[in-house]
């Protein structure tokens, strides 16, 4: 039987995602409040059901601002291979046309965890194309990390020492320009650093680095990691090694809490190239998941 959810599903969406993670080894762990999010007016989700138990769903949420439409689901493991993956992925494209009917040129995206063959071939089958990915990566925090000196007048600060001054909140209009707004759920500011230039006497920002904690993950991935959610140095100051400043302190912060990995995202073009893989790669950094994703026109 199938049938929209609401929130009042909350706990079988939960406990059928959990069955998911488990078994196909993910290298994360959904928690029941991001499962949450998926219950919105700029959303539509549905539910398989066998009996009373819940075998399969599929979520489509606008996240505004002209991005494509994102596409998530999943199937027990007990109730694969019996044609429901197609139908949910024919329910995701109905349900994009739905949320994007008023827009020019929409697009929907889904992301598939490497070894789900099965999904990208109906993918494919259904329009889907590759579309780029991300590969999560970590780094060995008991290995001795490099000395790299910054620049002579730049200095490194601790985010928490400066995020509720007035120079804090003017940085912070700047990383949500560049894309980054903080978590609260997950936002270590202790593990957040940023670089200012103070050969002027007027200080400059230069880098920043923002640092998440998903111990939830940890379970899925076997290890204790700090997660580096977003990492970028403007324009003029590029060429002065400051990303492997940040990086660097950020490792030591994570080792001084105890973690074992410094963990993650880079996203990749559909050859699987992006220019930051050299920088992570110097730094010691190792694959060690890939992630797909697949793209199509709503129309």
């Not at 009042?8 to 999010?37: G, W």
């Not at 899925?220 to 403007?234: A, D, F, H, K, N």
Request: net charge negative; glycine share 8%.
């Amino acid at each position: 039987m199938r049938e929209p959810l609401t929130d009042s599903h909350l706990n079988d969406l939960a406990a059928l995602v959990a069955r998911i993670e488990e078994h196909d080894s993910a290298p994360y762990r959904t928690l029941p409040v991001e499962l949450a999010e998926y219950f919105t007016s700029t959303s539509q989700v549905v539910g398989f059901w066998s009996d009373d138990t819940l075998i399969g769903y599929g979520a489509v949420r606008d996240p505004g601002e002209g991005l494509a439409l994102r596409c998530s689901g999943g199937i027990d493991p007990d109730h694969r291979l019996a044609g429901l993956g197609d139908r949910i992925v024919q329910w995701f494209i109905q349900a994009a046309r739905e949320l994007g009917q008023d827009r020019d040129e929409a697009t929907m995206e889904i992301h598939v965890d490497e070894g789900n063959e099965d999904l990208r071939d109906i993918l494919l089958r259904r329009g889907f194309a590759p579309a780029g990915g991300y590969v999560q990566m970590r780094r060995d925090l008991s290995r001795p990390r490099p000395k790299v000196e910054l620049p002579s007048f730049f200095a490194m600060e601790a985010w928490d020492s400066v995020q509720n001054t007035d120079i804090g909140r003017a940085y912070s209009d700047v990383f949500a320009g560049q894309g980054w707004e903080p978590n609260e759920e997950f936002f270590i500011p202790e593990w957040s650093f940023i670089v200012v230039d103070k050969r002027t006497d007027r200080t400059k920002l230069a880098g920043f680095l923002m640092s998440n904690k998903y111990e939830q993950d940890w379970q899925g991935v076997g290890w204790s990691e700090g997660y580096t959610e977003t990492i970028g140095v403007l324009p003029e100051y590029r060429g002065l090694a400051l990303a492997t400043n940040l990086l660097n302190r950020a490792a030591d912060a994570y080792a001084e809490s105890g973690m074992e990995y410094a963990g993650l995202d880079v996203n990749v073009d559909e050859d699987g190239q992006a220019e930051l893989l050299a920088l992570f790669t110097a730094c010691e950094y190792q694959p060690v998941w890939h992630t797909d994703i697949y793209r199509r026109s709503i129309d």
